[in-house]
C-alpha cells in the first residue's frame, strides 16, 4: 500500500515557476514508477510526466516538454514536478501516482495509487 500527498501548487503569474512534490509513505515507493497527471475544468485527465523507479528513464507530454522536469528522491520518498515557463493552458489540478514495472506510462488507468490533487493557476 502506498499513500501519496501532493504539495506545492498556488497561483502564479505567466512564465513564472512553481514545484509541486508528491510526498509517499510506505516501504515499496523506490521500487514504483510514479507519473504526474493534470486534469483541467471540462475536460478529460491528462498525462504530464513519468519516471521510472531508478529515475533513469523519464517521458514528456509535448506540450511541457522543456518547460517541466521530473524527479525523484528515493531516501525521501518524494517525487517532484519542477515547473518554469508557466502558461495559463497549464492551469489544472495535478496529481501524482505510482505503478509497478516501467511500461506503458503515459496510460493513467496503469497506475495503482492515487494522491488527492493540487490546484495549479497560471494568470495571463
Known amino acids: 500500500q502506498v499513500q501519496l500527498v501532493e504539495s506545492g501548487g498556488g497561483l502564479v503569474q505567466a512564465g513564472g515557476s512553481l514545484r509541486l512534490s508528491c510526498a509517499a509513505s510506505?516501504?515499496?515507493?523506490?521500487?514504483?514508477?510514479a507519473g504526474w497527471f493534470r486534469q483541467a475544468p471540462g475536460k478529460d485527465r491528462e498525462f504530464v510526466a513519468a519516471?521510472?523507479?531508478?529515475?533513469?528513464?523519464?517521458d514528456y507530454t509535448d506540450s511541457v516538454n522543456g518547460r517541466f522536469t521530473i524527479s525523484r528522491d528515493n531516501a525521501k520518498t518524494t517525487v517532484y514536478l519542477q515547473m518554469n515557463s508557466l502558461k495559463p493552458e497549464d492551469t489544472a489540478v495535478y496529481y501524482c501516482?505510482?505503478?509497478?514495472?516501467?511500461?506503458?506510462?503515459?496510460?493513467?488507468?496503469?497506475?495503482?495509487?492515487w494522491g488527492q490533487g493540487t490546484q495549479v493557476t497560471v494568470s495571463s
Open positions: 501516482a505510482t505503478k509497478m514495472g516501467r511500461g506503458r506510462l503515459r496510460l493513467d488507468s496503469e497506475y495503482d495509487y
Open positions: 510506505g516501504r515499496t515507493f523506490s521500487t514504483y514508477a
Open positions: 519516471i521510472t523507479w531508478n529515475g533513469v528513464i523519464t
